[in-house]
């Protein structure tokens, strides 16, 4: 079930995150992708430590590169033409993420391509969209974060701005690359016309401000820092306890109701807390009263009587603890893949797509640089 996309061809000439990211979710679907990789490699192969086993393997190549094979190929080399022909007139799309200089040099940009391989989708990861005066502008995570305004939002109240601790808008444009990239192939089957799939780093991250942005549209003015607070629900953060931290979401009313209960507080008394909107005015003073109850009380505690009455709760986690401990529990996503090369397991995430219970998974791992 999981190889649904088994008959498309996927020519991924992307690098670092963006681009591997959307061509490892069709590789778990099934799709046959081959990775394209200048002569030294991606560059994230030597992003590192941590390294793994003989060949230097680094953990951020192993998370987004799953079930493709790769190919060391020159495309400035004249040599590697022929090749470059056969690998794009088999294909389906190819996904790139070059500088436009760059596409142009090599001859890639999508007008060339569509003019000589017309059935050939091209699916572009840029860092500003190619109509606006950035264009040429080029573009990481961490660098998009700060132009986005994300980077503004994250951290604690007066603090400095933070970045995300993973780049989430690599992740979130990979999303939004795959999603088009199979929007493109029904079009296609549908029309026969092959079309040109763009996703700009920099609107993938404005899009993930989703209700923030709303705010911003709505009153024109700039949002502040909440550290884990909400800013439009309340309480919906952590709160330190006798044994650690948890997070609470009260996402209804009649959540808080039961959590006010537990807290021992009247809202006869305090009946502009009954509603979330007067809660959001009254943050502060709410917080002051919910605080000294969850720091006299152990997590476990809370998390019981939190799923005994419906409310999301949960300890605040590391990530050891959740890939180790927590399997099996809380999530079936940590898998292993057989390495015959080099006769050895993988340790892996699987897709979080169950297709009819099953989950999507790739067949092959994170492919050595030239085997």
């Known amino acids: 079930m999981s190889q649904l996309l ?35 490699g991606d560059p994230t192969r030597g992003w590192g430590p941590p390294f793994e086993g003989e060949t230097g393997e680094s953990a951020y190549f192993r998370c987004a590169n799953r079930g493709k094979r790769s190919l060391a190929m020159d495309l400035a080399d004249e040599g590697c033409k022929a090749i470059l022909h056969e690998l794009m007139t088999s294909a389906d799309v190819l996904v790139e993420n070059f500088l436009p200089d760059t596409a142009e040099q090599l001859g890639l940009t999508w007008e060339k391509i569509h003019d000589r391989y017309p059935k050939l989708i091209v699916a572009s990861v840029r860092g500003f969209a190619s109509d606006v005066p950035a264009c040429r502008r080029p573009g990481y995570d961490f660098v998009l974060q700060a132009e986005s305004g994300l980077m503004s939002i994250t951290g604690e109240p007066g603090g400095s701005p933070m970045k995300t601790g993973v780049a989430i808008v690599d992740v979130i444009a990979g999303l939004y690359l795959a999603n088009g990239i199979q929007a493109a192939w029904l079009h296609r089957e549908r029309t026969g016309e092959a079309i040109h799939v763009e996703v700009p780093l920099m609107e993938a991250a404005l899009a993930s401000l989703v209700n923030v942005a709303a705010e911003t549209l709505m009153t024109g003015e700039a949002p502040r820092r909440l550290g884990n607070a909400h800013p439009h629900i ?65 997590v476990d505690a809370i998390i019981a009587f939190c799923e005994a009455h419906a409310i999301p709760a949960s300890r605040v986690r590391t990530v050891d603890d959740v890939l180790f401990r927590q399997a099996g529990r809380l999530h079936q996503l940590v898998t292993t893949i057989y390495d015959e090369a080099g006769s050895r397991m993988v340790p892996v995430l699987a897709s979080p797509v169950l297709f009819n219970d099953l989950r999507a998974r790739s067949r092959i791992p994170p492919p050595r640089f030239r085997e």
């Open 6 to 40: 088994s008959h498309y061809k996927v020519l991924d000439f992307s690098r670092i995150l963006a681009g591997p990211f959307a061509t490892q979710l069709l590789a778990d679907f099934g799709a046959e992708v081959l990775k394209i990789e200048p002569p030294a």
């Open 234 to 298: 309340v309480p919906y953060q952590t709160f330190a306890c006798k044994d650690g931290d948890v997070a609470i979401g009260c996402g209804s009313d009649r959540q808080f109701e039961v959590l006010a209960l537990w807290a021992g507080i009247d809202l006869e008394q305090e009946s502009g807390w009954r509603l979330n909107r007067g809660r959001v005015t009254d943050r502060e003073r709410l917080l002051a009263v919910l605080e000294p109850h969850f720091r006299a009380a152990e």
